[in-house]
């Protein structure tokens, strides 16, 4: 038996040819950015997966035409229902077997009994009036089309470079990925300093102290609740954040400190 006769072609992808082509290109595209080179590891790259995956499936869609209307998530609920799914969203991911996972997720956000973190006990069927059957559309189309892809062979994971990039380009700095521990230092400085640069030139910093509810924890509890279970944070502080420190360009976003990290 000659070498050659021992080698044995890989098997084809069992996937439509159509999409390996475009998962192929995603691929070099992903791995041409370099990924982001904090995001390395087996446990970073599931993190920032996760975080792909909560804001495919469920944040960019009918979830935020939920969030605009009048009876819809707040701010504050948005915040704190984003990173419990992160949680479950990880779980899923992981699972022995990924497409049982991936339905179980499916379940969870179409659930329309359970109650969304930092809503007050409010569920799916109070939050999404008018909206839930788009909802559950837009839930199922998404989670079919990453079971699709998830039969490919071509690649090594699939659904990495699709659900990465869409982390890096919608939610850089949510929790999950390497840039939210740098958000909540932040944090912890602006709230020890109500002077500082950051919170500009208007009062805001001292605003947002005479405004801090009196339940919400010290700085250093706080800090480490917004790192690892910040879901459960009482709903006035949760509001509080929203309103003063996690709105979009709040003062922990400023291009100033990264500016600052440069020159240092």
Known sequence: ??????????????????????????QQAYHGRGAQPEISGHEAIVSAMAVGLVIDVWRNGPAEDMHCG?????????????????????????????????????DHLLDRQR???????KTLNNLGYGFLGQYRR???????????????????DPLEPLLVTTALLYGRHHKGMPRWPVIVGRIGILLADPAHAEWGQDGQGVRALAEMPPETPSPERLTAALLSARSSLPLTVLEWLSHHLLYCAAPPYGLRWDEQSRKT
């Open 1 to 26: 038996m000659t070498q050659d006769s021992k080698r044995i072609p890989p098997a084809p992808c069992p996937g439509d040819p159509h999409n390996c082509e475009l998962l192929l290109s995603s």
């Open 70 to 106: 009048k009876r819809g998530p707040d701010d504050a609920a948005m915040f704190a229902e984003s990173t419990s799914l992160h949680d479950r969203a990880v779980t899923a991911l992981t699972a022995g077997n990924r497409p049982i996972g991936l339905l179980e997720f499916e």
């Open 115 to 121: 109650p969304w973190a930092g809503t007050g006990g």
């Open 138 to 156: 837009h839930v199922k189309d998404h989670i079919n089309r990453l079971l699709d892809l998830g039969h490919h062979t071509c690649i090594a």
